[in-house]
């Protein structure tokens, strides 16, 4: 026999204890790292927890602003109306009404008589 190919072949599957962390591993974190992660993330949520707090908070005052003024506008235009009704209503109390023809019949009896 052979000497030289009787050596078992070396096995390259997989990574070995002396091999760090490949490229699609994650490398293992220790507790306070994950600690410092927990509280970064929690941070991070908490801003945006804020800033949608705000824009909640914005959007509602514009809604209310635009309210506001539609309501402002409303009562002009209301009074606006309400003072030109009673404007035409004084005129037509005073617009001539042409009397009817025994109405004048009854006003020349009266005058001529």
Same mark, same amino acid.
Do not use: C, W
């Given at each position: 026999m %052979?000497?030289e190919n009787?050596? &078992?072949?070396?096995?390259t ?6 091999e760090?962390?490949?490229? &699609?591993e /994650?490398? /293992?974190?220790?507790? /306070?790292?994950?600690?410092?992660q927990?509280l970064i993330?929690s ?7 804020l800033?949608?707090?705000e824009?909640?908070?914005? !959007? !509602? ?7 506001q003024?539609? %309501? ?13 009704q009673?404007? %035409?209503?004084d005129n037509?109390?005073?617009?001539f009404h042409?009397?009817s023809?025994? !109405? ?6 009266l005058?001529?008589?």
């Open positions: %052979n000497s009787t050596e &078992t072949p070396k096995m599957e997989g990574p070995t204890m002396t760090g962390p490949t490229m &699609t /994650e490398p /293992e974190l220790s507790y /306070e790292d994950e600690q410092v927990m993330q941070h991070l949520d908490q801003e945006k927890t800033r949608d707090a824009k909640k908070r914005s !959007e !509602e005052l514009a809604h209310r602003m635009f309210i003024k539609q %309501n402002e506008e409303y009562q002009a235009s209301l009074t606006r109306d309400l003072e030109q009673t404007d %035409n209503t037509k109390d005073k617009e042409s009397p023809v025994e !109405e004048m019949r009854r006003v020349r009896l005058r001529f008589s």
